[in-house]
């Protein structure tokens, strides 16, 4: 079973940005899709980002389009996110997941997480 090692949060100002990573304890597998999810104290956990191992297609939340990218690098068994532009409403506990159900939303298609990486954004 993969572990994943989400690294990159911390406190930042609003417009500000960060780089989310999240490491590989194997190789990920061609068919799988990984995405990142986030949530919020007392909130549900939202669906982010999720990309396609083997053709990079991405699909992101209209919450964060335009704002965050989803990218992986297939050598390194990493996957990132890139957010700019950060508001307020971003704070949260940011979690990689890995899914071999294609670009699904659900958290709950998701069987392997990591541990989660604490993004503050102040005002």
């Known amino acids: 079973q993969v572990q994943l090692v989400e690294s990159g949060g911390g406190w930042v100002q609003a417009g500000g940005s960060l780089r989310l990573s999240c490491a590989a304890s194997v190789r990920i597998s061609s068919e799988y899709f990984m995405a990142w999810f986030r949530q919020a104290p007392g909130k549900e956990r939202e669906f982010v980002a999720v990309?396609?191992?083997?053709?990079?297609?991405?699909l992101h939340a209209d919450s964060v389009k335009g704002r965050f990218t989803i990218s992986r690098d297939k050598a390194a068994n990493t996957l990132y996110l890139q957010m700019n532009s950060l508001r307020l409403e971003d704070t949260a506990v940011y979690y990689c997941?890995?899914?071999?159900?294609?670009?699904?939303?659900?958290?709950?298609?998701?069987?392997?997480w990591g541990q989660g990486t604490q993004v503050t954004v102040s005002s």
């Open positions: 990309i396609s191992w083997i053709t990079g297609i991405t």
């Open positions: 997941a890995q899914s071999g159900r294609p670009l699904t939303r659900s958290p709950s298609q998701y069987r392997d």
